[in-house]
């Protein structure tokens, strides 16, 4: 026993030993963040091709990298974001122990000017990030280096706020699926056409934020497979930038299902989006959408799930009737107080609705009484002092109830019928999961409710029970 307990000890310390000054390593990650270090470590002894994945070097101080930086550590996955890298100090060799395996390398966040001459070497390469560094220019992204991991990559990202023109030589990633442009500089207002040009059959995915641009880019129209979109952030794009001709609505297999266009200076609902015949998730949030109350929202959208966060609302928008393929339904951080009979009731698919922080004091008793598919309602954060009554009316019963941050009232008057509806609920095999606190006794919702209405007077004479049984 004390040889095995020895031999257990001995394991440990080499274990232990083996992971670089300065690191922890676990779960084939070794974590290096935020822990000061000037230089790379030293990862001779760590044995990386059969232990372990990812380098996380974030947060550091790093500020060159040399042909012996990664000598023994071919890591699939390498994290360089929020150093002080710069180009100039980066060999032409510098990756030469992660040419045959690295996959994903961050480099954003750091001083590089352009990019770096030791990425043509990555055989590998499928994701890589450069945004927020000072790339000013198209050619702070060369044809050469491009060209060379254009065969497997297929995640990019780059992007600052100092960058004044786009960057041609991406025509080279003709394998792209997934690009992400994390701002541009605030001259840039406009993307040609061609923006593009060389994976318009393979992205899928297209991200596009914090920029100064005043139209969405006429050259999405030509991503014949794009599946999602996010242009995101850019205030200057307003109802008249949202342009039809910008959208691949010309298919006859339309693809695009997700759209996000939150805070995009917009009012209304651009009309693009009843062009959109795959759309089924769409997002405005941040918006302040005027005329959304208002005005209709024409054509046949089919978007299923809707996210109006923070725009502007003081009411549920009578427009959103139209929408009939809807079944979820985000209307936080909005001012919206009252829930009236009317508001939801020709929303006859809706499954799930969501209105947190939020002014909401007042559900009417018969608001969800149409909606028969709802099956969660979450008001968190909101000024309803009670379980809303409308709960009682709602057939089948809703699976979950969420009323966390709110101050509700917890008395017999009050929830009585809670209790006989939790059980009917209960017994009809659809149980109603409330959650919440209550803010006049020391005690959730659903404690309460178990615990203490069953001593209730009026229970007791609800359920017949001594003695306050009248039979």
Known sequence: MMQLILLSAIISIVASASCPTGCSCRNRYVDCVGRRHTTMPNF????????????????????????????????????????????????????EGLVDSVKILDLGYNNIQKLPVALKELKMIEELDVSHNPMRFSNSFPADI??????????????????VSWPESLNHFVQLQKLHVDQLGSFMQVLTPEAFHGFET??????????????????????????????????Q?????????????????????????????????PPVLKYLRALNKLSLDRNLLDFLSDASISGNVTAAELSLVNCGLDRIPGALSDLHYLTHLDLSQNDIRTIEHNDLENLPTLEQL??????????????????????????????????????????????????????????????????????????????????????TIASTVKNYVTKYIPNCPQYKVDNNIPPYNHG
């Open 44 to 95: 001779s002894s760590l044995g990386v091709a059969s232990n372990y994945d990812t380098l996380d070097m974030r947060d550091n101080n790093l500020t060159t990298l040399d042909n012996t930086s990664f000598v023994g550590a071919p890591f699939k996955t390498v994290y360089l974001s929020h150093n002080n890298l710069a180009d100039r100090f980066i060999s032409a060799g510098a990756f």
């Open 146 to 163: 491009m060209r060379a991991m254009g065969d497997t990559i297929t995640a990019f990202t780059f992007g600052n706020n100092q960058l």
């Open 202 to 235: 393979t992205l899928l995915y297209l991200k596009i934020e914090k920029t100064n641009l005043i139209a969405v880019p006429i050259g999405i129209s030509k991503l014949k497979n794009l599946e999602e979109l996010h242009f995101d952030d850019n205030p």
């Open 237 to 269: 794009i307003t109802d008249k930038g949202v342009l039809i001709q910008s959208f691949p609505t010309n298919t006859d297999s339309p693809k695009l299902r997700i759209v996000s266009l939150d805070g995009d200076g917009l009012t209304k609902f």
């Open 354 to 439: 969501v209105i947190q922080n939020a002014s909401l004091e007042y559900i009417s008793n018969n608001a969800f009484t149409a909606l028969h598919r709802l099956d969660s309602l979450d008001f968190r954060q909101t000024n309803l002092k009670q379980v809303p009554d409308a709960l009682n009316a709602m057939y089948p019963c809703p699976a979950k109830v969420d009323l966390i941050g709110n101050k509700v009232d917890c008395m017999c008057e009050t929830l009585v019928w809670l209790a006989t509806k939790t059980e009917w609920c209960q017994n009809h095999g659809s149980p109603m999961d409330i959650t919440g606190d209550c803010d």
